[in-house]
């Protein structure tokens, strides 16, 4: 166990529908990184945010998504209209951002199923 | 873009025995390269990292090595066990991010008791 919690692990929704997971990263973490990975293959880089200020999206990341981190400690990754191609496992990272530390620590993901 | 190419994709051992998986990468300018151990249902783990300036890194029974004029490193297990049954990927972070993670497409090891 890293410390870093997401919820819900599992999550299946019919295609349309909105879904929101929340990622919880180590608290003195003030870096927090959203991927996802499809069967088969690596992580892919979605987002990250330095306390509450999002600072970079990837281009996977469409319209439909949005991600949160009001208060610079856990955060959320909104899917609007889901479509079947969103089925994925959502992984969040986070990291300490200090004294050159660039190890990320993942959770254990979120697993969406859009059918 | 930086792009890294990960082999073998599946790799079998005898317990005991050594596992060796490669990675190549292709933005010379990379300076941070982590393993990442995944198990089933779980979230990847960080297992070892090494930076450019260093050329290889022990713990215990894992190692990397980085090659930075042949743009490749490697991740050495040695004395396989069982509980190594894992998939293992690497990773790279391209200038100028310090922090987006590019990652090969993961080598399933399996070590057969």
């Known amino acids: 166990d890293t410390g870093v919690s997401q919820d819900p692990r599992h999550k299946i929704t019919k295609r349309g529908q909105n879904v929101t997971f929340r990622c919880d990263p180590i608290s003195e973490h003030n870096r927090l990184y959203w991927y996802r990975q499809t069967l088969g293959q690596g992580p892919e880089f979605l987002t990250y945010f330095q306390n509450e200020a999002q600072l970079e999206k990837s281009r996977l990341l469409s319209d439909r998504f949005s991600a949160e981190r009001p208060k610079g400690s856990f955060s959320t990754l909104e899917i609007q209209r889901t479509e079947q191609g969103d089925s994925a496992m959502y992984l969040c990272?986070?990291?300490?951002?200090?004294?050159?530390?660039?190890?990320?620590?993942f959770g254990p993901g979120t697993r969406l199923t859009v059918t | 873009g930086e792009n890294v190419e990960q082999h073998p994709s599946t790799l079998s051992v005898q317990e005991g025995d050594s596992a060796v998986i490669k990675c190549t990468y292709s933005d010379s300018a990379s300076n941070y390269f982590p393993w990442y151990k995944q198990e089933l249902g779980k979230g990847p783990q960080l297992i070892i990292d090494i930076r450019s300036n260093v050329g290889e890194k022990k713990d215990q029974r894992i190692a990397v090595t980085l090659n930075k004029t042949a743009k490749h490193f490697s991740l050495h297990i040695t004395e396989t066990q069982p509980e190594d049954s894992a998939v293992y990927f690497c990773a790279a972070i391209p200038p100028p991010s310090t922090d987006k993670l590019i990652f090969g497409t993961g080598t399933r090891l399996q070590v057969f008791p």
């Open positions: 990272a986070s990291l300490q951002g200090s004294d050159g530390a660039i190890e990320q620590y």
